[in-house]
Each structure stands twice: as structure tokens, then as C-alpha cells.
């Protein structure tokens, strides 16, 4: 069984300032990607990093940055400098090679402030 | 490189009706899946599709069954609506086996009254 886990339901950020969203996650397969996901009011899953559960470095998509920790089931996402059109609902999610679905954890709804 | 859309944007269904949402999938995709998403959830996974026939199911009645056709777009049909399947469906379209390229759509926001 797989799971993820999102512990901050709300994070505020200040424009321009980075931000870390956190992630744990458990699985009992060898081989896995995390995602992330933004999910704005509109409703659409906006994707934007992906990490295999091989890869060494972490993984960067411009302003977009994950922090993989394997040995700590972490897959944190880091935003740097936040824009107000960042201000949405963000959600982490796993998959596994054996299935072909997406496990997601409940999400955290990021604010940015001007 | 054309994208997952899918059809209608927004439903209102009377409790005890039928409903279908229509997916298409992402060219060179050939695996379909559909997520609920209750308001203030995460997408809970519903069932997936892969060469026409259903491949996995998530903790979902019977009556909420799919089909998915020769081009890879795909159908969710759901009979015997209740309150509580108002939620945003949304489809993913990805190739199967691989753990990169899942592809999701804007979602059918479906109401029932």
C-alpha cells in the first residue's frame, strides 16, 4: 500500500520569498515517482515536478525545486521566489511501477501575499 | 501535441439519475484513469482503463463503471446518483508502465441536487 502525507493544510508567503511545501510519503515498492501537483480554482492538475525514486540528484523545473529524501520518505517542494499567481492548491502524490494509479495526500493551499 | 480534454465542464444531475463524462486521452497515451475529487480532498482513484478493458479499481461501487474505446478516449458512467457524488471528476491519460508522463484534464465538475 502506498501513502502520502501533507501536514500543512494553509501556508501564507510573502511575494518574491521562497517557500517549502512538505511531503512524507510510504511505499513498500523499489521503484516509484513522486509528484507535485498545482490545482488552482478552476480545477485543473497543473503538473509540475517529477522525481523517480532512482534518480540521484533532486529534481528542478525553473522556479520549481524537489527535495528528496529517500532514507526519510521526503519529497518536499520548494518555490522559490513566489509570485501572487502561485496562490493555489498544491498536492503530492505517488506512484508505484507495479500500478498504474496515483496515490495523493490531502493537499496544502499555499497564499502568497503582496 | 494535443492535451486530455474532457466533456462537459459542468453538470447538475437530480439524485437517482444517470450520468457519463467523456475523457479523451493525450496522443501516444494509451492508458486512461478517472479520479473523484470531493471539495477540499485529494483525488481519490476511481478505476483505470488499458486496451479497452478495465485494469484496476479503486473503493468504488458498481455503479460507477467506464469504457474506453479503440481511439483510448474514454467514458465514466455512474447510474443511481447520490449527494454525495458531487465532486470534480477529473481523467489522466499516461502510457502504460511508465512511471513519468501522467497527464491529467480540466475536469467535470458534476452537482446533484
Known amino acids: 500500500a502506498q501513502k502520502i502525507t501533507q501536514t500543512q493544510p494553509g501556508m501564507f508567503v510573502q511575494e518574491k520569498e521562497a517557500v517549502t511545501l512538505d511531503c512524507t510519503y510510504d511505499t513498500s515498492d523499489q521503484s516509484y515517482g513522486l509528484f507535485w501537483y498545482k490545482q488552482p480554482s478552476s480545477g485543473e492538475m497543473i503538473f509540475l515536478i517529477y522525481q523517480g525514486s532512482y534518480d540521484e540528484q533532486n529534481a528542478t523545473e525553473g522556479r520549481y525545486s524537489l527535495n528528496f529524501q529517500k532514507a526519510r520518505k521526503s519529497a518536499n517542494l520548494v518555490i522559490s521566489a513566489s509570485q501572487l499567481g502561485d496562490s493555489a492548491m498544491y498536492f503530492c502524490?505517488?506512484?508505484?511501477?507495479?500500478?498504474?494509479?496515483?496515490?495523493f495526500g490531502q493537499g496544502t493551499t499555499l497564499q502568497v501575499k503582496p | 501535441e494535443t492535451g486530455v480534454t474532457q466533456s462537459p465542464t459542468h453538470l447538475i444531475k437530480t439524485r437517482g439519475q444517470q450520468v457519463t463524462l467523456r475523457c479523451s486521452s493525450q496522443s501516444g497515451h494509451n492508458t486512461v484513469s478517472w479520479y473523484q475529487q470531493a471539495l477540499g480532498q485529494g483525488p481519490q482513484f476511481i478505476f483505470q482503463?488499458?486496451?479497452?478493458?478495465?485494469?484496476g479499481r479503486g473503493n468504488f461501487p458498481p455503479r460507477f463503471s467506464g469504457l474506453q474505446f479503440p481511439n483510448y478516449s474514454s467514458e465514466l458512467n455512474v447510474n443511481a446518483l447520490e449527494l454525495d457524488d458531487s465532486a470534480l471528476y477529473l481523467c489522466?491519460?499516461?502510457?502504460?508502465?511508465?512511471?513519468?508522463?501522467?497527464?491529467f484534464g480540466s475536469g467535470t465538475r458534476l452537482t446533484v441536487v
Open positions: 502524490a505517488i506512484k508505484g511501477s507495479n500500478t498504474g494509479k496515483l496515490i
Open positions: 489522466a491519460s499516461s502510457v502504460r508502465g511508465a512511471l513519468y508522463g501522467y497527464t
Open positions: 482503463y488499458y486496451r479497452e478493458e478495465e485494469n
